[in-house]
């Protein structure tokens, strides 16, 4: 039988209320999602649009892989799929794995977690802390069976009362978006949102969130942004899963496949995003906007920023922040880094100071 918490976990909804910190919250679970929407000010001046970013950062794991964790563990939990003192076992580029460690501890699972080994070490040091049992593997396509996908689905069946969550392609991923993200960012611009943008690795996020948009005004604009090395940005172009040139200093995001998560999600373009553009990005928001936050996050502003080229002046464009900059110091803090990957030199001068 499942404990009380257990149960709390698998209840079906997670509130919307933008109310809720105005409460007290209930456990980790209870402090997922129901994150600010925050103007940013500067680049709202300079494109005459209104560039509003949701702080997923702010989620109790960091990020807004917390979001997916939780209804991937509920879903499983809904199914019955396991009992007490489950093993979750999940292939991530870290952050899921962050959110589900988090989970596993407050429910007294245990976590295992495949990483592709060309991940900060930072994520795979936090994974650790936390208590999960971390293995990397070799970076291969998904078509490989040493895919890390794949080394947690053999894991999984091969361990009793265990269950691989397989983010990618259970919709639990999307629905969960569909439920929380979707109506917060709808609530929160009182139905005034024109377009909402954003880069994708398992589509949840941005399936989830423009389903429930799309229903509810269908004249907003959803766009896929995506990253160098991925499918995707052709995919919504002309149907063809070819890759773009390539390969990208973000983590998490970018695919070489349609996940279920993204099929039949009603996106109606695609945007491709530069390294440079979206790293430049990143020291932009840090020095003029106050805001510390990773490589992915950078491309979707930048992506906002692009997209507002092509909106009617005041219209309200939204994005996400999808975590902080703090496990990215040996990647996109790097001077070294940087310049290996050629993007250092056009890296504007006054930002060079926040690199070491």
């Not at 990483?115 to 990397?136: C, F, H, W, Y």
């Not at 593997?137 to 040493?146: K, L």
Request: hydrophobic letters at 35%.
């Amino acid at each position: 039988m499942l404990s009380k918490t257990m149960r709390y976990y698998g209840q079906r909804s997670l509130s919307t209320d933008v109310s809720a910190y105005a409460r007290i919250l209930e456990g980790f679970r209870g402090s997922i999602g129901n994150t600010p929407l925050i103007r940013l000010p500067k680049l709202s001046q300079e494109t005459g649009c209104n560039i509003l970013v949701k702080a997923e950062y702010l989620n109790p794991g960091g990020s807004i892989k917390d979001r997916a964790a939780l209804f991937l563990i509920k879903d499983a939990l809904d199914k019955n799929l396991i009992k007490s003192g489950a093993t979750i076992v999940e292939g991530t580029a870290g952050n899921t794995g962050i959110g589900l460690a988090h989970i596993c501890n407050a429910l007294g699972f245990k976590c295992v977690i495949f990483m592709p080994d060309n991940q900060s070490k930072e994520k795979i040091d936090i994974l650790r802390v936390l208590g999960a049992e971390v293995t990397t593997v070799p970076v291969v396509p998904i078509t490989d069976p040493n895919n890390y996908n794949h080394h947690a689905k053999r894991y999984a069946e091969q361990h009793e009362n265990s269950v691989w969550t397989n983010q990618f392609d259970n919709r639990a991923n999307r629905d969960g978006h569909y439920s929380t993200t979707g109506p917060e960012v709808w609530t929160q611009t009182n139905g005034k949102v024109n377009a909402f943008v954003m880069s994708t690795g398992t589509g949840g996020t941005l399936a989830g969130t423009c389903m429930y948009l799309k229903e509810k005004n269908s004249k907003i604009r959803t766009v896929l942004a995506d990253p160098p090395g991925s499918v995707l940005y052709h995919y919504i172009k002309s149907g063809k899963l070819e890759r773009t040139d390539g390969s990208s200093i973000t983590e998490g995001i970018g695919q070489g496949r349609l996940t279920q998560n993204l099929k039949d999600a009603p996106i109606d373009e695609s945007l491709f995003i530069k390294d440079q553009d979206s790293v430049n990005m990143v020291f932009k928001l840090l020095c003029e906007e106050g805001f510390f936050i990773g490589a992915s996050s950078g491309l979707n502003v930048a992506a906002a920023v692009e997209i507002s080229k092509s909106m009617p002046k005041g219209s309200t464009i939204v994005t996400t922040i999808c975590d902080n900059g703090q496990k990215y110091f040996n990647r996109l803090f790097n001077k070294n880094e940087l310049s290996k990957r050629g993007l250092l030199d056009q890296l504007p001068e006054q930002y060079h100071k926040n690199i070491f």
